[in-house]
Every structure is written in structure tokens, then in C-alpha cells.
């Protein structure tokens, strides 16, 4: 069994700053990459920011400079470090975690985690 969970939503202020963080445990004998996506009420899923085993990481325009993602110390768990927080930022936040198990690698999600950004 495979799961991949993230964890750290909630409610902050504009302005404020808050963690999310997508761990992957189970049968995984590696992680190749993982990345994170948001989805605002009404709009589309659209993808926030990836990082590879070897640590490469790359962001797409609206968060480069305000969202960081690195892996923590164990290479188990992904956090995506998330400043200058703005309204529009409000969605529900989910990752994917590409595995290698066995001989296989595949594709897993998690459940997602709401981040509300409201005074």
C-alpha cells in the first residue's frame, strides 16, 4: 500500500505565510518527483511548482519568488513553503507524487488541502 498525503491547510491573512506539505509512505522504494497543484472554486486545476530527487525545482510565474518547494531532511515528505499569501491564492491544494515501487513507477495523489487566504 501507497499513500500520499498533504497536510497543513488553513485559514491565514493576506499578507501571511503557511506550509503545506505532501508525504508519501508505503511500499516506495524511491521518489522520482513530486509536484504540487491548487484548484479555486470554479476554475481549473493549474500547477504551482515540482521538484526531482536530485533536487531540481522549477515554478510557474504567478508563485516564483513567494512559494518554495523542498523536500525534507528524511526525502520522505515534500513542503511547499507559501509567503506574501494573497486572496486569489484561495483553492484547494494537492500534489502528485511520481514513485518508483518495484518495478514500476507510478503516478499517486492525494486528497488535497484547503488554503483560504481572508481577513
Known amino acids: 500500500q501507497v499513500h500520499v498525503v498533504e497536510s497543513g491547510g488553513g485559514l491565514v491573512q493576506p499578507g501571511g505565510s503557511l506550509r503545506v506539505s505532501c508525504a508519501a509512505s508505503?511500499?516506495?522504494?524511491?521518489?522520482?518527483?513530486v509536484r504540487w497543484h491548487r484548484q479555486a472554486p470554479g476554475k481549473q486545476r493549474e500547477f504551482l511548482a515540482g521538484?526531482?530527487?536530485?533536487?531540481?525545482?522549477n515554478y510557474v510565474d504567478s508563485v516564483q519568488g513567494r512559494f518554495t518547494i523542498s523536500f525534507n531532511n528524511a526525502k520522505d515528505t515534500v513542503n511547499l513553503e507559501m509567503n506574501s499569501l494573497k486572496p486569489e491564492d484561495t483553492a484547494v491544494y494537492s500534489c502528485n507524487a511520481l514513485l518508483r515501487v518495484g518495478r514500476n513507477v507510478n503516478n499517486y495523489w492525494g486528497q488535497g488541502t484547503q488554503v483560504t487566504v481572508s481577513s
Open positions: 508505503g511500499n516506495i522504494d524511491s521518489i522520482i518527483a
Open positions: 521538484i526531482t530527487a536530485s533536487g531540481d525545482t
